[in-house]
DNA sequence: CGTGATTTTGACGACACTCAAATAAAGTGG
DNA sequence: CCACTTTATTTGAGTGTCGTCAAAATCACG
């Protein structure tokens, strides 16, 4: 075993997670309930982002019958390791870590999900393999597993877009072994910092010089593979160079971009695009 | 940039990649080159595999219908980075590495491939992101992309299933991360033995105790994120520890499993699954 | 059997982890 | 609202793993 995987857990445990079912207020959210306005998606955001844009009319509307709003507040988990899951959610809003706890009690964080990304209970009847947490309060579409196997089943097309999704992720899985295998830590927090301005941004949006931290240091080292202590000291050394500053210690601002594309080794803007959390 | 990027690419480079379309002899053979035999795979080993054994006989009579048989000698590329890929690969038989070379000349490795694994080029039109090459000799079924985006259009089904192939790959990736992020050299080199002992064995088959390393250790570094150096030096503690053995550089001998296992951090014998490689 | 590539082995040094303490922020109760 | 406690982050000093460099040994191939 590493000798920094002793210890106890790092990072924000969340108090025993309890889905919140928010009643829904209004036009927007009476159709992301599963309710039907002149047969499209009216004023939803999730139209805007990943899944909704690519389907026909007819499908969007079959989506909306059994889709259903579910929020969370800040520090619930959606998911939790260990514990059989059976819905699929597509994030509208809000931030989420992925985590794992390992036997001997170290802690990886898989990844960072945000709008229009997905966190998908189709194959882990028998238990996720990894944690969800809410780093803000979180916004979803949600469905029972079955109903969306219904709609994969019924739906070509739609199974096509999932595994477009899917391989997109894969893509970037393999971006970021990259990050851990071939980076020094001022590379990774670098890369990390790109990935946080440059994700998430709307259709046809450009990369942001801003962009907020909701997660902790231990959540980043975690992701990164170096340490709480490692990802403080790189940051500081950032500030102290000029490449960012932090008006507060949950929002970083690049005031060097190219100075952090150079560390990172990223050659241009990444493409932005869709994540499957499972 | 880290210190350890610089200098040639490592690694075998293989001969400028040129693709083998073998003339098929044989019924097994004439099956996967998309003949039709009693409406079944008859022999093909590929049905005892991932894809094949999951769809009905209907299924399977039009994925042979615009089904290729394509093998490649060891030491080709099945895809290069950069080049544009319009095939799904299939494999049937041998062992593929898949590489990504970075702006500043470091390799990172991917994954391997064997038998049943996928190399989809389903949305790779502007360029593959790795280069995938032939550790082996490499037997493969291959589909032209817009006749497979068909048969996904035609069969809900078959989407459905190659998500699942995709939900999977994504699930190892973030296995790997672990190994990436939260192990030392020796651990990261057990689990590693361990993921080729028991990784492509048939189905319903248990863990072997030995397996061919048809990789280079370039290779090995490469995909663990550790030097050339460190991965022998490695393989000669475990050989002088007795945790294996090697009748051949490119042989191994699992000599004490429990001891590799408990070294990986890994508590069981990994499941066996499927991964798609782009 | 000779040449080149790959692997192995050795010596040395640096980056990042560990341990520890100080500081800052967030949460809690009076 | 403020003192107090708890948690998170920052900073510092020391150390070890693993990377770098270099050379020897082994293997592959003609």
Same mark, same amino acid.
């Given at each position: 075993?590493?000798?920094?995987?002793?210890?106890?857990?790092?990072?924000?445990?969340?108090?025993?997670?309890?889905?919140?079912?928010?009643?829904?207020?209004?036009?927007?959210?009476?159709?992301?309930?599963?309710?039907h306005?002149?047969g499209?998606?009216?004023?939803?955001?999730?139209?805007?982002?990943?899944?909704?844009?690519?389907?026909?009319?007819e499908?969007r509307r079959k989506?909306h019958?059994?889709?259903?709003?579910?929020?969370?507040?800040?520090?619930?988990?959606?998911?939790?390791?260990?514990?059989?899951?059976?819905?699929?959610?597509?994030?509208?809003?809000?931030?989420?870590?992925?985590?794992?706890?390992?036997?001997?009690?170290?802690?990886?964080?898989?990844?960072?999900?945000?709008?229009?990304?997905?966190?998908?209970?189709?194959?882990?009847?028998?238990?996720?393999?990894?944690?969800?947490?809410?780093?803000?309060?979180?916004?979803?579409?949600?469905?029972?597993?079955?109903?969306?196997?219904?709609?994969?089943?019924?739906?070509?097309?739609?199974?096509?877009?999932?595994?477009?999704?899917?391989?997109?992720?894969?893509?970037?899985?393999?971006?970021?072994?990259?990050?851990?295998?071939?980076?020094?830590?001022?590379? +990774?927090? *670098? #890369?990390? /910092?790109?990935?946080?301005?440059?994700?998430?941004?709307?259709?046809? %949006? =450009?990369? +942001?010089? *801003? #962009?907020? /931290?909701?997660?902790?240091?231990?959540?980043?080292?975690?992701?990164? %593979? =170096?340490?709480?202590?490692?990802?403080?000291?790189?940051?500081?050394?950032?500030?102290?160079?000029?490449?960012?500053?932090?008006?507060?210690?949950?929002?970083?601002?690049?005031?060097?971009?190219?100075?952090?594309?150079?560390?990172?080794?990223?050659?241009?803007?990444?493409?932005?695009?869709?994540?499957?959390?499972?």
């Amino acid at each position: 075993m590493a000798p920094w995987q002793t210890g106890p857990v790092r990072g924000m445990i969340a108090p025993v997670a309890e889905r919140v079912d928010h009643d829904c207020e209004g036009e927007m959210d009476d159709i992301c309930r599963g309710q039907h306005v002149n047969g499209t998606c009216g004023g939803c955001e999730m139209r805007q982002l990943r899944l909704c844009a690519s389907v026909d009319a007819e499908t969007r509307r079959k989506i909306h019958q059994v889709s259903q709003r579910m929020v969370f507040a800040k520090g619930r988990h959606i998911v939790d390791q260990g514990e059989p899951l059976d819905r699929v959610y597509f994030i509208r809003d809000g931030m989420i870590v992925l985590s794992k706890i390992l036997e001997d009690g170290a802690r990886c964080v898989t990844g960072f999900l945000g709008p229009g990304d997905i966190i998908s209970g189709i194959k882990h009847r028998e238990g996720a393999y990894c944690t969800g947490t809410a780093l803000t309060d979180v916004a979803t579409c949600s469905f029972r597993r079955e109903e969306f196997m219904q709609l994969l089943q019924e739906n070509s097309q739609f199974g096509v877009i999932m595994l477009m999704f899917a391989t997109d992720e894969i893509e970037a899985q393999h971006d970021h072994n990259v990050i851990l295998t071939r980076k020094h830590v001022s590379e +990774r927090l *670098a #890369a990390f /910092l790109l990935f946080l301005v440059n994700r998430w941004v709307g259709p046809g %949006g =450009v990369g +942001r010089t *801003a #962009a907020a /931290l909701p997660m902790s240091r231990a959540d980043i080292g975690d992701y990164l %593979g =170096v340490t709480i202590e490692s990802v403080s000291r790189g940051l500081t050394k950032f500030r102290e160079d000029g490449f960012i500053s932090m008006p507060s210690r949950d929002r970083v601002v690049i005031e060097n971009l190219p100075a952090l594309y150079e560390l990172s080794g990223l050659e241009e803007v990444p493409v932005s695009r869709g994540e499957l959390g499972l």
